[in-house]
């Protein structure tokens, strides 16, 4: 017997968590194939030939409000198809809203909004809870109906929020038409026992409703296919073939010195003239391991690119030229060049072979989600290509001197340089001059956090990582002491020291963004932190558990970072999405943070799978908040400057295909002046804004994140 494959509808209202829903689809209705529109994509007059198409539609969650056109589009023209038209539906939380809406329901805010939060959910025991125990349910709502006593949808289930909220009505029913709604959300990692049991109790009573009314279909033909294009997951079926490499190999040789300082290795390859482009990713602190810094030649390529442009700058030493992109963007010109650079074999124990080393703006990200204004003064990408580097293995004490040039007589030289090094101590000696440090207004940051906390309660954002810029002026002195002070004032796992003109960061970033190994078996793993406390006398391992990973504020905002990526990493890699690690309290310098790690496997293995990764994924959830789209067009309204490097990323793509980049958080940049005596540095700061913030914690929290780099200055 053919094998049945139910085609399923899914409507996306630009939310964060759509294809969490779409993975779970796929493990509750047996080979089921899933299409994803927009609901802005079309009219319901267009969409309404092509229904018959479907066995099924799924309203997916959203932000904004079910009376709001411009939030739910064709959606709520969904609930009144008329009876030749009707086929089964299921909403979830914005598609509750709107079913109900569509049907008499009143629709209030909450008194006390709830995201991320958990709820024991009370239900009939029927249709969609038929056979359902104990449901535990991961809640994202700020609305919430009212049911018409008597009208034609009915409640299958609620919750009790005491004094917060009261009764507040957590799934139901039409009571004629196929229609089935849950007001949780069914696909969060945290939810237990509504998810698949419910999604499977929808699809079967989706079929009773079929068998009984015989509805008319179609089958899929070439218009339909133009019209929905590929299923989810589509990416790799519409990837174009990879070009051949003619690079030639990586020659490594392998020196064991457990006591090399990366400074030393920096100093030994002119770190110290500041004329000249220099690049070190510096694993100053647990859980970071290799350090690789570059050793630049004068005809190093550098790579520069600004948002808007239709060009890509190349730079070898003094000399710079212009590749128009024509019909390409930054990102495929920049994954053919690096597949045109491709190598197959280097030393199998490190991560980093040669490749491209630099940064992408916050904006670079932004800009696919949504208009940014104006022209930053620093490349939105900004990336040197190393040929020759060195890899310290801080766990193994051994040292790789690696170079992509044919017979490179370099790597003799320099294992001999390299080996006469002494363990020298970081030179002291801070560079001198008073600092004039122009810190945010206080009062209207806290204002900004209300105006964020208000966007919430009116559902438009589930958290809002609102941040704000500081300045640090004073006179020249050399970026590579500064960027000393900074490592030796808060050493960290993702430090940098980039100094890729016009631009010089220097980095003490916590957090990884995204690590991508090496094709086959390529691994995509993702860290987003979010919760933070203080370090201070009293704080122990303890205290700082049961602050961060005892708070239902802190678990709430982490795990709505943890579902958002769950759904980045669909996009890319398809269903396989693992949580590896949930709000675990991690130690660092200055702060406890609380940490969870997401691991995604394609289901084909594809080098440039990586970058394409990044490319989707950007900008990092952790620095925008849920939705992602909304709630960065809603920080554009909140924030005064464009945020630039800050809350970007950095880190490399190897030649072997693998790639790791950290979010340039606690990290400092400027733009480089030769004709100035003075120079000013730039950084940012912020934090996640939920519904349970208080601003002034959130003040406080924004400056013991800034402290940990303006203490560098100070
Ligand atoms: C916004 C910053 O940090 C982000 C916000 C965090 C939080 O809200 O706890 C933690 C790490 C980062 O994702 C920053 O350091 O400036
Ligand atoms: N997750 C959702 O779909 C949220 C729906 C709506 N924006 C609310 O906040 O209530």
């Not at 359902?132 to 809640?139: L, N, S």
């Not at 390299?418 to 204002?447: E, F, H, W």
């Not at 809002?464 to 796992?493: D, G, H, I, M």
């Not at 078996?521 to 961060?548: M, W």
Request: negative net charge; aromatic residues 8%; proline residues 6%.
């Amino acid at each position: 017997m053919a094998i049945e494959h139910p085609r399923i509808l899914l409507v996306d209202s630009y939310d964060s968590f759509t294809l969490n829903l779409a993975s779970l689809l796929k493990q509750s209705i047996p080979n089921c194939i899933i299409y994803i529109i927009k609901n802005d994509a079309f009219t319901i007059a267009q969409l309404l030939p092509f229904l018959p198409a479907f066995s099924a539609v799924i309203v997916g969650p959203g932000p904004g409000s079910p009376e709001n056109d411009r939030d739910v589009g064709l959606i709520k023209d969904l609930w009144n198809l008329g009876e030749h038209s009707v086929l089964p539906m299921f909403g979830v939380c914005l598609g509750l809203q709107s079913l109900c809406v569509a049907h008499g329901a009143e629709l209030k805010r909450l008194d006390v909004v709830k995201h991320g939060q958990i709820s024991r959910v009370q239900h009939t025991g029927t249709f969609l809870f038929q056979g359902v125990g104990t449901v535990r349910a991961v809640r994202y709502h700020s609305l919430h109906v009212v049911l018409r006593q008597g009208g034609c949808i009915e409640q299958l289930a609620w919750v009790d929020d005491g004094a917060e909220n009261g009764h507040v009505v957590m799934a139901v029913r039409h009571t004629s038409k196929p229609f089935w709604a849950v007001q949780y959300h069914p696909e969060s990692v945290c939810t237990r026992g509504g998810g698949v049991e419910v999604i499977q109790n929808f699809w079967q009573l989706a079929q009773d409703w079929a068998r009984k009314v015989q509805p008319r279909t179609t089958p899929w033909n070439s218009s339909l296919q133009e019209m929905f294009g590929d299923p989810w997951p589509s990416f790799l079926r519409a990837r174009p073939r990879m070009p051949i490499s003619q690079f030639p190999g990586v020659t490594t040789a392998v020196l064991d010195l457990p006591h090399i300082t990366v400074a030393a290795v920096c100093e030994l390859f002119g770190v110290c003239n500041e004329e000249r482009p220099f690049v070190c990713l510096d694993s100053a602190a647990q859980p970071g391991r290799f350090s690789i810094v570059g050793s630049l030649m004068p005809e190093s390529l550098q790579i520069t690119h600004f948002v808007g442009d239709n060009s890509v700058s190349l730079t070898r030493g003094r000399h710079t030229s212009q590749e128009i992109l024509g019909d390409r963007d930054i990102w495929t010109w920049l994954s053919d060049f690096m597949a045109s650079r491709r190598v197959h074999e280097g030393h199998p124990d490190i991560p980093f072979w040669g490749g491209l080393i630099g940064l992408l703006s916050y904006e670079m990200g932004a800009h696919s989600l949504c208009t940014v204004k104006g022209k930053r003064c620093h490349p939105d990408v900004n990336f040197v290509f190393v040929e020759r580097s060195v890899v310290i293995d801080s766990a193994t004490g051994r040292v790789f001197v690696q170079s992509l040039i044919p017979n490179d007589h370099w790597i003799a030289e320099t294992t001999k340089a390299v080996s006469g090094l002494n363990s020298q101590p970081m030179r002291p000696g801070l560079p001198t001059g008073k600092a004039n440090i122009t810190l945010p207004n206080k009062d209207r940051y806290l204002c900004r956090i209300n105006a964020a906390k208000e966007y919430i309660s009116a559902g438009d954002s589930y958290e809002l990582c609102l941040t704000a810029r500081t300045t640090v002026s004073l006179p020249k002195s050399t970026s590579w002491r500064r960027y000393q002070a900074l490592r030796s004032k808060n050493p960290a796992p993702y430090s940098a020291y980039l100094r890729l003109h016009p631009t010089t960061l220097l980095s003490s970033s916590p957090e990884r963004f995204l690590s991508t190994s090496r094709p086959p078996d390529s691994v995509f793993h993702l860290r987003p932190i979010k919760g933070t406390v203080r370090k201070a006398p009293g704080v122990t391992r303890a205290v700082a558990e049961e602050a961060l990973a005892g708070s239902v504020k802190e678990v709430a905002e982490n795990l709505m970072i943890v579902d958002l990526i769950r759904h980045d990493l669909h996009t890319i890699v398809g269903e396989d999405v693992e949580v590896k690690q949930f709000c675990v309290v991690e130690e660092y310098e200055t702060v406890w943070q609380l940490v969870s790690v997401i691991e995604g496997r394609p289901s084909v293995q594809d080098g440039l799978l990586g970058w394409e990764m990044l490319r989707s994924s950007l900008p990092p959830g952790s620095m925008t908040g849920a939705p992602k789209k909304r709630s960065v067009e809603i920080l554009q309204t909140l924030e005064d400057d464009e945020r630039g490097i800050y809350s970007g990323v950095f880190g490399y793509w190897c030649v072997g295909m693998g790639s790791d980049w950290s979010v340039t958080i606690r990290s400092c940049f400027k733009l480089d002046d030769d004709s100035s005596d003075s120079e000013t540095w730039e950084m940012g700061a912020g934090g996640a804004i939920t519904a349970l913030s208080d601003a002034e914690a959130e003040w406080e929290e924004m400056v013991v994140k800034l402290n940990s780099v303006v203490g560098a200055f100070t």
